[in-house]
């Protein structure tokens, strides 16, 4: 079994003008197709080729090219599906209570969120986990994420993530980290990080 590009479920221009359609395609069609094909050549022959891309970066993340392709396929996918053009504004159902349990309030959580996407040096992840009753921030490099053992609280199940590469947003938002953590608040889809919370 070899692993394909997930359509997005919307089209390239569907999150302007937060995201740009120009961002969104080469991002989608480029980069995240590029860590598939890497992935693929990776787990070619090995006992990884039947096993989900979730068990590949919780058993496998010693595996350096599996760790870093793997990982960037996991997180993309993850990414695609917590946005939508239905995004925006305050969260609702279990997440809210979860936010408003763990952090106080939204604005609470969005100021330590914010935080530690700005604060990630170089290219990486900023995260929202779910442990059990309460929820966790904490931030990844490169590709790796809270699957991977050691990394965050190995417990994590990750319901929120934001790629903070400068290919995610320097077209639009050049060096200016800040703005496109601010639009992507505008993008995420509270029912589908609802989704997520198991
Ligand atoms: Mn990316």
Known sequence: MSFTLPDLPYSYDALEPHFDSQTMEIHHSRHHNLYITNLNNAIEGTNMENASIEEICKNHSENIAVRNNGGGHYNHSLFWN????????????????????????????????????????GSGWAWLCQIDDHLEICSTANQDNPLMPGICNDQ?????????WEHAYYLKYQNKRAEYIDAFFNVVDWNKVNERIS
């Open 156 to 164: 994590s199940n990750p319901i929120i993530g934001i790629d903070v």
């Open 82 to 121: 917590i946005i939508s053009p239905n995004g925006g504004g305050d969260p609702n159902g279990k997440v809210a209570e979860l936010i408003n349990s763990t952090f106080n309030d939204f604005d609470s959580f969005k100021s330590k969120f914010s935080t530690a996407a700005m604060t990630r040096f």
